[in-house]
């Protein structure tokens, strides 16, 4: 009778705790992740070779202003003199949000944006 107790106790363990294992927190923390990874992977492949790591290169520094989203986005969508322009079949509107939210964080290291 002691066993089936323990093994009851067990299994409401462990019931409770998958709930618990990923609450609503932890589930947006890891989506937030995941989009900054992508974030970060869509810059290294389109934006790195001219402004690298958001610093002046070939194109202007981009994390020294606190640049809205909406005008980056502008800009990478029609481009401008020697910036070409992304179109959304080269960077999806979901990679380029994620690619704007990883370039927001190379800024909020240097305390802007
Ligand atoms: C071929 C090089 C090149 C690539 C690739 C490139 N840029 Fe640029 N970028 C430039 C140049 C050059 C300018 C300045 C354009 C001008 O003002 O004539 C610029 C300007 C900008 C500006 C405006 C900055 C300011 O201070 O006015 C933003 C924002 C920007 N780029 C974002 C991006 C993002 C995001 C990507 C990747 C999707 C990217 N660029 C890819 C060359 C590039």
Known sequence: MKQMMIVAGMALC???GSARRMPEGD???ARENASLENGRHQYMKYCQKCHPMGEEGLGPALNNKPTPGFVEKFQVRH???AMP???KDVI???DLGDL?????????AKRLS
């Open 85 to 87: 322009a992304f179109k």
């Open 27 to 29: 589930m947006q923390g």
């Open 14 to 16: 462990i019931a409770c």
């Open 79 to 81: 481009g401008l003199g």
């Open 92 to 94: 999806s509107k979901k």
């Open 100 to 108: 704007i939210k990883y370039l927001h964080t190379r800024k909020k």
